[in-house]
C-alpha cells in the first residue's frame, strides 16, 4: 500500500485496525470479569477453606508450605479457567497477522509465565502472611514497606532478571546508533548506560522500544524489528522519545504513585479484613490464608477505580517524553514518520474512540502525538 519510507496515514482508522483493537479490549475486561468471579466464587461457596485445608493436610500443617500450595493451587485454577482466553488471544493475533509465535512456542512461553507468576506470588503471600502473623496490628503498613521494597527491587531485576526468561538481548551494535544516543545524552547532561537489542521478531511482527531498570540496570531497548525497519532518524527519534523518559525520571516517579495507590490499597485491605473476621466472622484470624481471594478482590476493585487515573498520568509522562524528543532531535519528521509506521505495524487505532483513550490507554492516541509533533515543527524558530 504505502511505500516504506514515507507512509501517509489514512483519514480514519481501517476497519481491521478497529475491529483488532475491539477485540483486544474485550478480552481484557473478559478476562478482568472471570478473575473477579472466581474469586468471589471462592469466597462465596466457601471453596477458599477448603482449599486451604486441603494444603494444610497435604503439607502435614505446616504453615509457610500451605501458604505456598494454596498459592499454587489457586494460581492454578485460575490459569485452567483462562485458558480459553489465553488461547484465543493467540488467535488473534495470528489471525491479523501480528505473531511469528508457533503453538509449541507458545505453550512453552505460557508454562513460563505461569512459573513465574507462581514464584513472584508465592514470595508477596509468603511474606504478607509471615508479617500478618508476627505483627497482627501494623501488618498493613510493614507489608506496604515490605512490598515497595520488592517493586524496586524486581524494577531493577527485570531487565536483567525476567525479561530474559522470555526474550533475547544483546548489546546494539549499530555504531552510527550508538553514536548518536550518546550525543543525545552529552546534550541532555546526561549518560545512558546501555542500549539492548531486543529479539522481539522471534514472537511478534510487532515494534517496540522502552526504558526498563533501575540505578545498574537502566537501559533502553530497542525490538529488532523496530531496527530493521526504520531509518536511522526514525530510531533516533524514538530514542530521543526512551531518553525523555530517563531524564524526567518517569520510572521513579511511577514507583511514587505506585507507592501512594499501594498506602491505600493495604489500609483498604486491613480495613475490609478485619471487618470480615471481627464482625462476619467469616474467617478465624486475619492470617488465615484462606482469606487471600478477599485481599485480591480489594487489590482488583481499586486497581480498576484507579486505571483511568493511572493510564492518565502515563499518558502525561509519555507526552512529556515526546517533547523531549522534538527538543532534541534536529527535524521532527521522523518522529512522525516514525509514529505512523508503527501505527501501521502494531495495527494500532489512530484516533480511538475519546472514552477508550481515557480508559484503556497508557499512550496518547497517534493522531494527538503526531499533531503535537506538527504543532512543535510550526512554533517560531523550529526546524521542520
Ligand atoms: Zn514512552
Do not use: C
Amino acid at each position: 500500500m504505502a511505500s516504506a519510507t514515507a507512509i501517509v496515514p489514512p483519514a480514519t482508522d481501517s476497519a481491521d485496525a478497529r475491529r483488532y483493537n475491539r477485540i483486544r479490549r474485550w478480552v481484557g475486561v473478559a478476562d478482568f470479569v472471570l478473575n473477579l468471579m472466581v474469586m468471589v466464587a471462592l469466597l462465596v461457596t466457601g471453596w477458599t477453606g477448603t482449599l486451604r485445608d486441603v494444603a494444610y493436610r497435604a503439607t502435614f500443617q505446616h504453615y509457610g508450605l500451605a501458604v505456598f500450595l494454596y498459592v499454587l493451587m489457586l494460581m492454578a485454577l485460575a490459569k485452567i479457567l483462562g485458558l480459553g482466553l489465553d488461547y484465543y488471544s493467540f488467535r488473534v493475533e495470528h489471525r491479523y497477522q501480528l505473531s511469528n509465535l508457533r503453538v509449541r512456542a507458545w505453550i512453552w512461553d505460557e508454562a513460563k509465565g505461569f512459573a513465574v507468576g507462581v514464584i513472584l506470588a508465592g514470595i508477596v503471600a509468603e511474606l504478607l502472611y509471615f508479617i500478618m502473623r508476627q505483627a497482627p496490628q501494623y501488618w498493613w503498613l510493614i507489608a506496604w514497606a515490605a512490598f515497595l521494597g520488592l517493586v524496586v527491587l524486581l524494577a531493577q531485576l527485570a531487565p536483567v532478571v525476567l525479561f530474559p526468561i522470555f526474550y533475547k538481548f544483546a548489546p546494539l551494535e549499530n555504531e552510527e546508533l550508538k553514536d548518536r544516543l550518546v550525543k543525545l545524552g552529552e546534550r541532555a547532561g546526561t549518560r545512558v548506560r546501555g542500549v539492548y537489542q531486543w529479539r522481539l521478531s522471534e514472537k511478534s511482527k510487532k515494534a517496540n522500544a522502552a526504558l526498563t531498570g533501575l540505578g545498574s540496570t537502566r537501559r533502553i531497548i530497542l525490538a529488532d524489528t523496530l531496527l530493521a525497519n526504520y531509518s536511522t532518524d526514525e530510531i533516533e527519534a524514538v530514542l530521543a522519545h526512551e531518553l525523555g523518559h530517563h531524564v524526567h525520571r518517569h520510572i521513579f516517579k511511577s514507583i511514587l504513585v505506585q507507592a501512594g495507590i499501594t498506602f491505600v490499597g493495604f489500609w483498604a485491605a486491613n480495613l475490609v479484613l478485619h471487618y470480615a473476621v471481627d464482625r462476619l466472622h467469616v474467617f478465624e484470624t486475619l492470617s488465615d490464608f484462606a482469606n487471600l481471594p478477599l485481599l485480591m478482590l480489594v487489590a482488583t476493585v481499586l486497581s480498576f477505580l484507579v486505571l483511568p487515573l493511572l493510564n492518565a498520568y502515563s499518558r502525561f509522562n509519555e507526552r512529556q517524553a515526546d517533547t523531549y524528543a522534538f527538543r532534541s532531535i534536529a527535524k521532527v519528521a521522523p518522529f512522525i514518520s516514525a509514529m505512523n509506521k508503527l501505527a501501521e505495524q502494531n495495527l494500532a487505532e489512530r484516533s480511538p474512540a475519546k472514552w477508550v483513550e481515557w480508559l484503556f490507554h497508557s499512550h496518547p492516541a497517534i493522531s494527538r502525538r503526531v499533531a503535537a509533533a506538527e504543532a512543535w515543527a510550526k512554533l517560531p524558530g523550529k526546524p521542520r
